[in-house]
């Protein structure tokens, strides 16, 4: 019986330690998904600021309120939160928030479960360009999806007038980077790095990446409706309970055994008691008898020298019996 419950543990905990995998399957039910996502890039020579917009050809696959909620609207991941300009660049979009993380897109109407719909904006994000020895250089990630998958993706840096920049992926004609993917998974990414050598004016490492204000700082801009803690809570519930069950499988397991005193244990089979054995099973030769036995009776007083308040073995903190079973201590 020991052998099945430590079975039984350990294929649970294996459940426990897979439930990661869980969480992102039941997670990837997600209430959308993405057919077209476009994103143009076009840096400032004066301010290394860049202007970015984001164009979505959006399918609803629940009702999807108009207003940004649990299921409302729509959260975008943006790389910081100095961020000037955004505004709305189609007419069903209502209003647009955003703080260091996302941008939050209210629209006019609610759209039903199935309806595809477009929806575009913009902004000019600040703190993105890195100096080295005269190069200028951006890595920019546009905003993923952990929860949505997207058909298509494209991304397409354009060049300042004038000056020319080498970039790490795609392809490059008239002065525009274009990078493309396609049947995105969830948390699939698009990073681009473009370096200009002759960069035609001087910007100010003050307003450079490694140099953005705290209260502006992100660490990652991702869109999710679960954050990582969400998921740890998970697991560490599941685990608990996990716990728990595994107790009670214990606790269940141990009935019909019986301690009958000074060690001696039985085991209830086929409405009999009888003297426990190795395994679990009744002791070979023993006879069964239909009532359980009962322990001796003992006197008020501890045994092997000990007074009536103190433990065996003539100790004086609580000592127990041989045969006893200790109580377990209470939880604070």
């Known amino acids: 019986m020991k052998k099945k419950l430590l079975s039984l543990c350990v294929t649970v905990l294996l459940l426990a330690a897979l439930l990661p995998l869980t969480v992102q399957t039941a997670f990837a039910q997600d209430y959308d998904r993405i057919l077209s996502y476009q994103v143009d890039v076009t840096p400032n020579v004066n301010d290394g600021s860049l202007a970015i917009r984001l164009s979505f050809r959006w399918k609803a696959l629940e009702d999807l309120p108009a207003t940004n909620s649990q299921k409302g609207g729509v959260k975008i991941g943006i790389p910081n939160g100095s961020i000037r300009d955004m505004k709305a660049l189609s007419d069903n979009i209502a209003d647009i928030q955003n703080d260091n993380s996302y941008a939050y897109v209210d629209f006019t109407q609610g759209y039903k479960a199935g309806q595809e719909f477009d929806f575009s904006f913009s902004w000019v994000q600040e703190y993105m360009y890195t100096l080295n020895n005269g190069e200028v250089a951006y890595d920019y990630t546009p905003g993923w999806f952990d929860g949505i998958l997207i058909d298509e993706m494209t991304l397409t840096w354009h060049d300042p007038a004038g000056v020319i920049g080498v970039a790490s992926e795609g392809d490059t004609q008239n002065g525009e980077h274009i990078l493309t993917a396609s049947s995105m998974g969830y948390g699939d990414k698009l990073p681009l790095t473009v370096t200009y050598a002759d960069w035609p004016t001087a ?6 990446r490694e140099n953005i204000p705290e209260d502006y ?3 990652s801009y991702y869109e999710g409706d679960r954050s990582l803690g969400d998921t740890i809570a998970t697991v560490i519930g599941f685990i608990i309970m996990i716990a728990i069950i595994c107790f009670v499988v214990s606790v269940l397991t141990s009935i019909g055994r019986y301690v009958g005193g000074f060690g001696t244990r039985y085991v209830f089979v086929n409405g009999l008691w009888y003297p426990r054995g190795p395994g679990g099973r009744p002791r070979p030769g023993s006879v069964g008898t239909k ?9 008020r007083k501890g045994g092997f020298g000990g007074g009536s308040r103190g433990g065996g073995f003539g100790g004086d903190r609580g000592g127990q019996m041989p045969g006893d079973r200790p109580e377990r201590s209470q939880a604070p």
């Open 217 to 219: 700082n992100n660490g």
């Open 203 to 208: 910007l100010d490492s003050q307003y450079s």
């Open 291 to 299: 009532t359980r036995p009962r322990p001796p009776q003992s006197s």
